[in-house]
């Protein structure tokens, strides 16, 4: 009796230790002043975590029955004591930042298999359900029909690295990593490594399998995981090689199998008899034997396996079979912060949409990332974790075995309405190859590392590699950047250094930079959303929230000296080193206090306009001039305006209501502080961001016929999908902002909702809005920011069609958008 005691003790410091020493000993004396032991905490092997999760039919993303999964296995709780402390506990174990309710008798379902915990009794303030009083792991005299669930409250704890990632269930300490050694020196040089000996990480070491019994399907496997679609046969005889006579003979000196041969000599077969199906992410998802230790020649007859993998089109050095393989253009990911990551959307009748996650696993998002050019997937999410789509949702139930070439050739059910909605939108994390293309591109001559002569690698006609010089007309910022990208592609720790200081998490901090061997601060002055995206993204950090200019009140202890400057970027680079700066630093304020710095995020809001309500509502109103004071006041109308004979006359207004939805997975929250809101009288509220939107009337030939107006709104939620509570409001100095899942609606009767086009002739036009034009603040996703519709006007009425977010169509149904008939000879048709 005495020795399982004191492993629960052991284990219950272990876990209390970590975050609550102060309170150890007290919990462990009210427990021994407990006279009834029939509750106690649960205890938990150390090297195990606890995981939760909400299932079951029907329910929303927050709500749901609870499963715990302890010792491989998932099963439920009983309702019985249940009470909202408990559900408190658990809804913040799943990241939300409390519980509304709780429900007892199956109501999402009976689950399967074991019932975890019985007469749980939380206090509220648990850092996990296992921490609760309890009867203890398994022990309950509760049928299914008990079933305890929870209704958690729709809001995220913030920076909350969310667990509704689907698990490769794999052994970790089976295997945990693969490699391809190249054999062939010429191999070596060439990224991605697609061929050689295959080793596996296992234990301190890197060991070979023998490839007796080894199958293609097994070599498609590991080509996944090493972020490869295919795999390509291996010509056996290339690396045959039996005869130790043979490989001592100093005729071929360097045949890949005399050098295959020798090292087989130094090397253990650790493994033998893989049998994967195809399917498999991960190799330790296949059946597999190790050998016993010291057994050499238990591969007799065999050799290494040799393995062959063909990498996406995006990775390819032959441009030829690129072209011929072009990566599907009928599935593509959306607003992930890495590359190859993602929302899954799938293209319809040109227009693009999104896959529901019921039933979303590894297999299916594979059947996605192969499409895409990437191997297998790394995750499979679920719950929008990349954020919501619009529009249609196409797919439901995807149930891909793992061998299909495309998505749409999995079995799947479509949606009703009812079914699904964009908070269930599912993703997926690829695996991508290692590039490393940074090795392939130099900079010569500078003053330092981060300048110079662009100098490529080139292959003569007889496969020698030489380094040489790229032309210098027509090179532009843009190819400039290409060649930037290049230097620091997907790989933190090469190009340029960064690391973040002095912020109160990991997750903000001033940016440092380093130079040579030292390290240094970034000067603010130009320093934006965009600079610090990319900072955020190089860290692995996801999303930049903001970008900060003045860092004086983070810890200034051991700040260095500033080393960049004039950084300006697109947004889209991989590595800071991608981005443009000055070649000598020049800061107008060159003190630490004005380093640049960053807090990042692993969410970020996503904006987007709803189209069809544009198309709906448009109309023209010819509006007397004295009614617009206050709109000329605040500048919403053309300069024409100026010359107008107030108050006499008119002026002709588009005007259309607006609805931005906030589809992203944080906030939208304008930028500048309650501080410096401007009061703008005429209409009663504050405006918390100068410019938020642009609205403009385009010519065929995308010249702006109707002045563009920028307009500054008052942010707040106006109404939210369901489940989801207002937060913002402007009415009373109220916090200004867009829930996740909600909506700001500027109805089409609100002074300022319009173009002003009194000056504009009759033709046929495109209309845009643009929303966060600048990018003040951080979104995951900027492609979808523009809304377009085709606009004919008869110089009496008006119509929009074709309304769209800028990323909704195919490529060929915009273009078709943009040379719409009568477009381009501007005849009303
Ligand atoms: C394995 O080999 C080592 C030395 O090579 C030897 O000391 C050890 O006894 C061997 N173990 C077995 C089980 O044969
Ligand atoms: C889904 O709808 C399409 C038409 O939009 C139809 O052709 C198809 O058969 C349907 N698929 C299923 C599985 O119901
Ligand atoms: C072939 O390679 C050699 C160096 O190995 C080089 O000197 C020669 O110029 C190359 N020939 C061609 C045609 O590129
Ligand atoms: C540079 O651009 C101009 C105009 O686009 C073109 O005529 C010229 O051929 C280009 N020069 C080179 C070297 O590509
Ligand atoms: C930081 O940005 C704010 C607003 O964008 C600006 O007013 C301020 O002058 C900037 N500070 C520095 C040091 O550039
Ligand atoms: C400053 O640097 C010293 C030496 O590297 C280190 O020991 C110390 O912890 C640092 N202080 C802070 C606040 O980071
Ligand atoms: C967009 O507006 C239309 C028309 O009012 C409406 O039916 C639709 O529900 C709106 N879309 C969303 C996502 O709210
Ligand atoms: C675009 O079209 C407008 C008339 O619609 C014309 O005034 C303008 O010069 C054109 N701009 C260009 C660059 O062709």
């Known amino acids: 009796m005495e020795q399982p005691r004191n492993r629960r003790q052991l284990a219950f410091s272990l876990v209390f230790g970590l975050w609550l020493p102060c309170c150890l000993t007290q919990t462990l004396s009210s427990n021994a002043a407990t006279a009834t032991p029939k509750l106690s905490p649960s205890p938990q092997p150390q090297t195990e ?35 909202i ?90 295997i945990e990593e693969v490699r391809l050694r190249p054999v062939v020196a010429a191999a070596k040089k060439k990224l991605p490594i697609t061929e050689g000996v295959l080793e596996v990480k296992y ?30 046969k291996v010509i056996k005889s290339f690396y045959k090689q039996t005869s130790k006579a043979k490989a001592n003979s100093k005729s071929k000196q360097s045949s890949p199998g005399k050098r295959l041969y020798l090292e087989r000599q130094k090397k253990y077969f650790h493994i033998h008899s893989v049998a994967c199906t195809g399917t498999e992410v991960h190799l330790a998802a296949c059946p597999l034997e190790f050998s016993k230790p010291n057994t050499t020649s238990s591969c007799e007859g065999g050799m290494p396996v040799v393995v062959s993998c063909m990498p996406g089109p995006q990775f390819m050095q032959n441009s030829g079979l690129k072209k011929k393989l072009k ?30 996650d019921d039933r979303w696993d590894l297999q299916s998002a594979s059947v996605v990332c192969r499409e895409l050019g990437f191997g297998s997937a790394k995750e499979a999410l679920t719950g929008a974790r990349m954020g919501q789509g619009m529009g249609p ?37 690829c695996n991508v190859p290692y590039m490393g293309l940074e090795n392939m591109i130099q900079l010569t001559g500078g003053r330092t590392r981060y300048e110079g002569r662009v100098e490529v690698l080139s292959s003569d006609s007889n496969g020698t590699q030489r380094w040489g010089l790229i032309c210098g007309e027509n090179w532009s910022t843009k190819e400039a950047m290409v060649a930037c990208r290049q230097l620091g592609l997907g790989y933190a720790n090469q190009g340029l250094q960064i690391r973040l200081v002095g912020g109160r998490s990991n997750y903000e901090g001033r940016v440092e930079v380093q130079v040579g061997s030292r390290w240094g601060t970034v000067c603010s002055t130009g320093w934006t959303t965009k600079e610090a995206m990319v900072v955020c993204r190089q ?61 990042c995020s692993e969410t970020a809001s996503d904006l987007v306009l709803n189209a069809s309500l544009v198309e709906q509502t448009v109309y023209i109103e010819d509006r007397p001039l004295h009614m617009l004071y206050c709109a000329a006041e605040e500048d919403c109308l053309s300069k024409s305006a ?188």
Not at 63 to 76: A, C, D, P, S
Not at 85 to 95: D, K, P, S, T
Not at 665 to 684: E, I, L, N, Y
Request: charged share 25%; hydrophobic share 30%; proline share 2%.
């Open 85 to 174: 402390a408990n559900a408190n506990v658990l809804c913040r174990q799943l990241g939300f930042v409390s519980a509304t309710g709780w429900t007892h008798s199956a109501k999402y379902g009976k689950g399967q298999g074991k019932i975890w915990l019985d007469n749980v009794l939380c206090n509220g303030g648990e850092k996990s359900i296992e921490f609760c009083k309890s009867r203890g792991w398994g022990n309950s005299d509760c049928t299914h029909d008990e079933d305890a669930g929870v209704v958690c409250k729709d809001e995220r704890i913030p920076g909350f690295v969310e667990s509704n990632v689907i698990d490769a269930h794999v052994d970790e300490n089976k």
């Open 642 to 829: 100026a010359k107008a004979n107030w108050p006499y006359g008119h002026r002709r207004l588009l005007r259309f209501s607006s609805q931005i939805h906030n589809i992203g997975r944080a906030d939208f929250k304008p930028k500048a502080g309650r501080h410096s809101w401007v009061w703008h009288a005429c209409h009663g509220h504050y405006h918390s961001m100068d410019i938020f939107t642009h609205y403009d009337l385009l010519s065929a030939n995308g010249s702006k016929v109707a002045e563009g107006h920028k307009a500054s709104f008052c942010l707040e939620d106006t109404d939210c999908q369901e489940g989801v509570s207002k937060r913002y409001e402007c009415a009373n100095f109220g916090d200004q902002g867009i829930t996740v899942g909600c909506w700001d609606l500027y109805r089409h009767d609100i002074d300022c909702q319009w173009i002003d086009i009194t000056d504009v002739r009759p033709g046929n036009y495109i209309m845009q809005v643009v929303i966060n034009p600048n990018y003040e603040v951080a979104e995951s996703d900027f492609t979808n920011n523009a809304m377009k519709c085709n606009c004919k006007y008869d110089g009496h009425r008006i119509w929009f069609h074709n309304c769209h977010i800028g990323d909704a169509f195919s490529e060929e149904a915009e273009r078709k958008f943009e040379k719409y008939p009568g477009q381009l000879n501007n005849q009303i048709s």
């Open 49 to 83: 975590r606890i995981r939760v999760r909400l299932v079951g039919f029907p329910r929303k993303h927050n709500e749901g029955r609870i499963e715990l999964f302890y010792r491989g296995e998932w099963g439920t709780i009983c309702d019985d004591d249940f009470s």
């Open 539 to 599: 860290l692995g950090l996801g999303y930049s929230m903001h970008a900060i200019n003045e860092t004086w009140y983070w810890d200034s202890s051991n700040v260095t000296e500033m080393v960049m400057s004039g950084m300006k970027c697109t947004g889209n680079e991989m590595a800071l080193s991608q981005c443009q700066h000055h070649k000598t630093v020049s800061c107008q304020r060159a003190a630490a206090r004005f380093a640049a710095g960053v807090i």
């Open 327 to 356: 990566t599907s253009s009928n599935v593509r990911l959306k607003g992930g912060a890495r590359l190859g990551e993602g929302r899954v959307e799938v293209l319809k009748d040109n227009k693009w949409g999104t896959v529901c």
């Open 393 to 429: 949702v196409y797919m439901n139930e995807v149930k891909c075995v793992g061998e299909e070439k495309s998505i749409w050739n999995c079995p799947y059910k479509n949606v009703t309405s009812e079914d699904c909605q964009h908070m269930e939108d599912a993703a997926v994390r």
């Open 203 to 232: 234990k301190d070491g890197w060991a070979q399998i023998c490839d007796l019994g080894w199958t293609v399907k097994n070599t498609h496997v590991v080509c996944g995981m090493l972020g490869f679609p295919h795999e390509r």
